[in-house]
């Protein structure tokens, strides 16, 4: 038994090392959309997270699988609550093989910047809603899930990544999660890409982008993920298609937040790129030559009729939408409960939003008016601790090329956060946050120490 272990272990790290580890998942995504079969994917990547939790002690190696087990999932997006019956056969190998992992390849506990504000971040969600949310709404699961998956969850995970910090990895953690990142973009592609291959003739016949739910969800994750190619094209120039791909995803989502923030996020990672590889400026200024003319084309002519059935009143957001009101209903809920909200699981503006899906909360669709409205003074202060920890931690390293680039992918989903639910979704988005600023944080300590 010792040795199979043994073997066991070495055959892990070698294919979570290996270059065609992250290619082979992509792949297993490709065959299971052209196939549909989603959960049949998600189920054998949970497996294959569940093996190297038992067989690796490099948490970072399951990172991948499970980011792309919750993409497959989009799938389900109009009710995840059809997850249900099947979730229990994932959760509880996976939760087992977890608890191995942590009690076998144990660590000593390491503190770092973040406990605190995250501490407080997640007494803020506890706390919201005191006196005025009921019982019966505070303690529903799907308000557990998130008063506890945004706050406890995201502290003990925390901690948990910052104990398996202490070994040194042959491999520099950032990049491999640049590369983790880039993957997973290209996934949410393909996503987007079946989508529109399966109702290509419908495409076809409007001229228009076609409803794609999980629209926002998908920007989302690429706004987190498109950044990384600012790391990417140092191994080769060939992953600005990588980019490229990851942008006209967005646009063909039919999301107008990413068409909006996708574009100022594109212009400021091409700009970044173009400044920092000095090598191939010749090559971009050809690029740049090469495609002025039909991209021009494209957005003058073409964007207002693609969207010509998400555009309102010719805008990008009208007064009458629901987020506008959101932002009313919010703003007074905090003037009625300023010291704690009306908490993160209160059913109070439900009828506002008619399109919420089924297992989720109200969200504000705006980050500020969630903050104010689910938490008052108290998710304030924290929210505000929290994220002044992660900006001065970005702007203490600011001349170093990876706390930047990923500080874009933060400035992604906080843009995405002002129209959408953004860093209020537990999985990925808030937990990639952690990973990201835990790995950040741990790179900043060594090179103090040297």
């Known amino acids: 038994m010792k040795v199979f272990f043994s073997k066991g272990q070495a055959a892990a790290d070698k294919i979570w090392n290996g270059r065609y580890y992250l290619p082979a998942l992509m792949i297993i995504a490709a065959a299971a959309l052209l196939t549909d079969t989603n959960l049949e994917c998600m189920f054998i ?6 093996l190297l939790l038992i067989f690796s002690d490099d948490l970072m190696s399951i990172v991948a699988p499970v980011m792309f087990t919750l993409l497959m999932s989009v799938k389900y997006y109009r009710n995840f ?56 709404e505070y303690f529903k699961p799907v308000s557990l899930y998130y008063t506890l998956g945004l706050g406890l969850a995201m502290l003990l995970l925390y901690l948990l990544i910052r104990s398996r910090l202490v070994n040194e990895r042959k491999y520099k953690r950032t990049e491999r999660l640049a590369e983790i990142l880039y993957a997973s973009g290209l996934v949410v592609v393909f996503t987007i890409a079946a989508f529109y291959a399966v109702n290509l003739e419908e495409f076809l016949e409007k001229g228009t982008v076609l409803f794609y739910k999980p629209r926002n969800y998908a920007t989302s994750v690429l706004l987190m993920c498109m950044p990384s190619c600012c790391l990417m094209v140092k191994k080769s120039n060939l992953h600005l298609i990588g980019m490229g791909l990851m942008y006209c995803a967005m646009i063909f989502s039919g999301s107008r937040s990413g068409l909006l923030f996708g574009t100022i996020l594109l212009v400021i990672c091409i700009v970044y790129i173009y400044a920092k590889n000095k090598d191939s400026r010749r090559l971009y200024r050809s690029l740049a030559l090469i495609l002025a003319v039909p ?37 007074a809920n905090f003037f009625s ?21 089924p297992g989720s909360i109200v969200f504000y669709h ?28 970005i702007w203490t390293n600011r001349h170093r090329e990876r706390f930047v680039v990923f500080g874009l992918s933060y400035l992604g989903i906080l843009m995405m956060s002002l129209t959408n639910p953004g860093i209020f979704c537990p999985f990925p988005e808030a937990g990639l946050l952690v990973l990201i600023f835990a790995l950040l944080e741990k790179e900043s300590e060594n090179r103090v120490s040297k």
């Open 295 to 331: 991209v021009y084309l494209f957005a003058v002519n073409y964007i207002t009729e693609l969207y010509s059935g998400r555009f309102i009143e010719g805008g990008l957001i009208s007064e009458d939408e629901t987020r506008m009101e959101f932002i009313k209903l919010g703003t």
């Open 81 to 136: 609550t059809e997850l249900t019956g099947y979730m229990w056969y994932a959760i509880v190998p996976f939760a087992l093989a977890l608890i191995f992992n942590l009690i076998y390849y144990r660590r000593p506990f390491a503190n770092g910047s973040f406990t605190r504000p995250l501490i407080a971040v997640s007494a803020a969600l506890i706390l919201g809603g005191c006196g005025e949310i009921s019982a019966e």
């Open 366 to 393: 705006n980050v500020v008016i969630q903050i104010i409205s689910s938490m008052g003074i108290v998710g304030i202060v924290a929210y505000g601790w929290h994220f002044i920890a992660r900006a001065d931690l």
């Open 45 to 50: 990547y949970v497996f294959i997270a569940v």
């Open 337 to 357: 409960n300023p010291i704690f909200g009306i908490g993160i699981g209160n059913l109070k503006d439900v009828e506002v939003f008619k399109a919420i899906v």
